[in-house]
Structures are given as C-alpha cells and as structure tokens.
C-alpha cells in the first residue's frame, strides 16, 4: 500500500468512529484517567459486556485513585472475584498505591510516565494518555494487531520481537496529525477490532477500510495477525477439602504468586487419597463429589471436591487447624468480603440453593 493511501486511512476511520462508533460506554464520557485506566485494565482479554457490572461496582466502592490505594488487597480481590486473570487485580492495587506515593495521586500526563507503574503496559499507556491527555501516542492492545495487520496485508510473524517493535513503528506511522482528532481515530481503532474486524467472520462490508484491506483483497483476513508460537496447555488435578460448620465454611489464601494468587480457596490436596488420609486423622471420611474441569488461559484444572460436614460445636470448628494456621472460618454472609476464585465459589453458591 502506498503512502498516499495510508495517509488516507485516519480520515476515513475518524469519520466511521463518529458515525458508527461507540460513545456510550461509561469510561468514554470522562477524561478522568482514574477511571479510563480501570476500564483499560479491566476490558484487558474481557469482553465489554462482563466489564460493565465489575467497573460500575468498582467506582461505587473505590471512587478514585486514592480509595483504592488504601483499600486492604483482600478487599479488592474480593470486588474482583469473577473477572480472572487475578495479577490484574494485584497490579492494580500496586498502581493505584505508586500514584498515591510517587505523584501525589495525580495519574502522571503522558505514556512514557504511565508505563513505569505496575500492570501498565505501552499500549495501555497510550490510552490513557490519548484519551485523557491528548498525547498523540499509538496504541497496539490485540484488537488494534488483528485490525492493522489485516488491512495493511502484514504478514510478519508477531512471535519475533523484532516483528512486534515494526509494528509498533507502522502503528505509530498511521496516527493523524496532532489537532486532526488521534482520539476519535484510537477509539476507532478499539471499535473496528471489537464490533467489525473480529477474530473470526469479520464483517468486512460494514467496515470503513474494506477497499483498501489487503487481507480482504487476499480472501483471507482470518490469516491475519501472523503468530506462530501456541501457548502449551497444561492440567492439574487436586482434591479440595470443603469443610464446613453450619453456615461457615474453611478457607485458605493462596500464596502470593501462582494460580488464583492472594485468593482465598477450599484447602488443596495432591489427590483424593491424601485428602482422606488426613480426614483419617480427626474429622472422619468426607463425601466425594464428582470432579469437575476449570479451564484457565494456560492450564485445565481438574478438581474434585470432597465435602465434610462437622456437627455443631465442634473443636474443629473454635479456630483455625493446624495444617492451615493462617485459615480462617468463613460464614455465608462473610464470603463476599473475601476474594474467591469463581468455580469455588459457584460450588459454594450451589450449596446455598
């Protein structure tokens, strides 16, 4: 494609985005970088649609930068049980207490500034600083990937580095002139990848680039992005100890760093046997429920629960065991205080029914 012909492409973007954009998204009518960073994080691998409850919750408990940097981490795990990929919720956290200690609270004014604070990448930066800011930066999250790749026929594979960095450097060569509207063309870009140039059956004869799309002139736009390099899956199986006590059911936080790290779960095991071996040891045999799969990004996790319930008053139940010295007992109504990973507790919920 000629340069002449990229020139071109901004303009007819910007006037589609106006006409045939979003602009009721919550985070669209607002400059505050608080909650345009949020929604960044949140809508990172996280459809709009699931987005809309968890952000609207956020803001009414965390109503700015300052909150959520003094809210206990717990806490906000807790808010975003159910949303996955937890290191956003760490990282967020983190940020949100950077901004608060290293700039006065204030979100720092342009990309470079905002990609030294946890969790915030170069694209992500960008908008912040394109939406709030007016900083004439690109973006590049996967949406803006599949959409420049398609319609400029780039077939280098985004496995390598090096090919990533030349497509940072044509992202960049696409952008308008500052002053002829880089936001409408950013949010175009999000909107394009997101309602028109979706990963499968894109529907090109709604888009604003169809005539000049090399993908579409090849027949082929799913061939678009280029990467070789698959993510090796891999599976668990553990055993989960649901213990409980009337309404009180005994937790665990994971560790730090891992699967489902800072939530708090059922106690895990390697195996069913292990688990029936330390019920051996006090609170009796336990009642094996089917095994059910929860499938992650990277890892299928096969877990089957095995339910124990104590009898009112008992010893097990005054404090925490002493496998789990930092365990707690948890009733119903405090569950929703605690972060908890969404299949533990949908099959908490199911008891409840």
Wanted: net charge positive; charged share 20%; glycine share 8%.
């Amino acid at each position: 494609m000629s340069r002449d012909s990229e020139a071109g492409l901004a303009a007819l973007l910007i006037d589609w985005q106006r006409q045939h954009g979003r602009h009721s998204l919550p985070w669209q009518q607002t400059r505050d970088p608080y909650r345009v960073w949020l929604s960044e994080i949140m809508l990172q691998q996280t459809q709009v649609s699931t987005v809309l409850g968890y952000y609207a919750r956020f803001l009414a408990r965390f109503p700015d930068v300052a909150a959520l940097a003094a809210a206990p981490l717990d806490e906000v795990l807790a808010l975003w049980a159910g949303l996955g990929y937890y290191s956003r919720a760490r990282n967020l956290h983190r940020c949100a207490q950077a901004v608060v200690r290293d700039f006065g609270g204030q979100f720092p004014p342009s990309a470079a500034q905002l990609a030294t604070l946890p969790g915030i990448g170069r694209s992500t930066a960008a908008a912040v600083a394109a939406f709030c800011f007016g900083e004439r930066v690109a973006i590049l999250d996967g949406n803006v990937k599949r959409v420049l790749t398609r319609v400029l026929g780039f077939g280098e594979d985004l496995a390598q580095t090096a090919v990533e960095r030349r497509l940072w450097a044509v992202a960049e060569a696409q952008l308008p002139p500052a002053g002829a509207g880089v936001e409408a063309y950013t949010q175009g870009l999000m909107d394009l990848g997101a309602t028109v140039c979706t990963p499968r059956q894109p529907s090109c004869l709604l888009c604003p680039w169809q005539a000049r799309c090399v993908a579409r002139q090849q027949g082929q736009p799913e061939a678009y992005p280029v990467k070789t390099r698959k993510l090796k899956r891999g599976q668990r199986a553990h055993a989960l100890l649901w213990l409980s006590c009337g309404d009180a059911v005994f937790l665990v936080q994971r560790p730090a760093t891992g699967v489902w790290a800072g939530l708090w779960t059922l106690p895990e095991f390697d195996d069913v046997a292990g688990l029936q071996a330390w019920l051996a040891t006090g609170p009796g045999e336990g009642e094996v429920l089917p095994r059910f799969t929860h499938v992650l990004t990277h890892l299928d996790l096969l877990l089957t629960p095995v339910r124990v319930r104590l009898p009112a008053g008992s010893a097990l139940a005054q404090g925490p065991l002493l496998r789990w010295p930092e365990g707690r007992w948890v009733s119903r109504a405090e569950l929703a205080n605690h972060g908890l990973p969404a299949p533990v507790r949908k099959l908490l919920d199911a008891a409840a029914d």
